[in-house]
């Protein structure tokens, strides 16, 4: 079956740097790619997806990365906020509209 | 308000018990997700069901089933309750085939439940 791997520590950024966050997977290669803020008791929220033929794909100040030779994704955030605190998981679809597989995810904390 | 309504926000239930938990998806999604969430295990995918019909499903248990109505909202019911089912439930609906490709899931705010 499909292994995610996210950072299990969490990431202590200063206010203003940029956030990386890494998503490494086992087995096949996803389709989709996407990745979802979640906020302690609260369900998670998407933020972006990107195909298994797109290098890169950004939204304001957030940018996803796909490499499927290395079988890993990168998630930026620039010019982080104290408000960008939170839990980011990275999920992963075999197919169109087939089951979305999440990995555990990383913390986040933006200090000011 | 994400739009994926789930009923109820908290459920309190012994051992050996039966619960039903409700998810109304976002105005015109097809597609319905139910996802369990613990400490241990993350998010684990249970079912995934579009207009009415099971699509696929995941580490689901027997004791644990579910149904998507007609009106598009769906039910999970889990029975002989254990200590260990205590965990988030997340509904998650999704829009794809209506939006695009170029989007995700829709979550609800999930249902806690406690067994004790």
């Known amino acids: 079956s499909q292994k995610i791997e996210q950072n299990s520590e969490a990431l202590n950024i200063q206010e203003g740097k940029t956030a990386t966050l890494t998503c490494n997977y086992t087995n096949y290669s996803p389709a989709y790619l996407q990745w979802y803020r979640q906020d302690p008791g609260r369900g998670p929220v998407f933020l972006l997806l990107i195909r298994e033929n797109e290098k890169e794909k950004r939204k304001e100040r957030l940018k996803v990365t796909f490499d499927t030779t290395l079988k890993q994704s990168l998630f930026h955030i620039t010019a982080s906020q104290p408000a960008d605190s939170a839990t980011y998981l990275c999920a992963l679809e075999r197919e169109y509209g087939n089951k979305l597989v999440f990995g555990a995810g990383t913390i986040l904390r933006v200090k000011s | 308000d994400s739009g994926v309504t789930q009923t109820p926000k908290h459920l309190i239930t012994a051992t050996g018990q039966r619960v039903t938990l409700r998810c109304s998806p976002r105005?015109?999604?097809?597609?319905v997700y139910w996802y369990q969430q613990s400490l241990d295990q993350g998010l684990q995918f249970l079912i995934h069901?579009?207009?009415?019909?099971?699509?696929a499903k995941g580490n689901i248990l027997e004791r644990f089933s579910a149904q998507q109505f007609p009106d598009l909202h769906s039910e999970l019911n889990l029975s002989s309750l254990e200590l260990g089912d205590s965990a988030l439930y997340f509904c998650a609906s999704s829009s794809r085939w209506r939006e695009g490709r170029n989007y995700g899931y829709t979550f609800g705010s999930g249902t806690r439940l406690t067994v004790v």
């Open positions: 069901y579009y207009n009415g019909e099971e699509r």
């Open positions: 105005s015109g999604d097809l597609s």
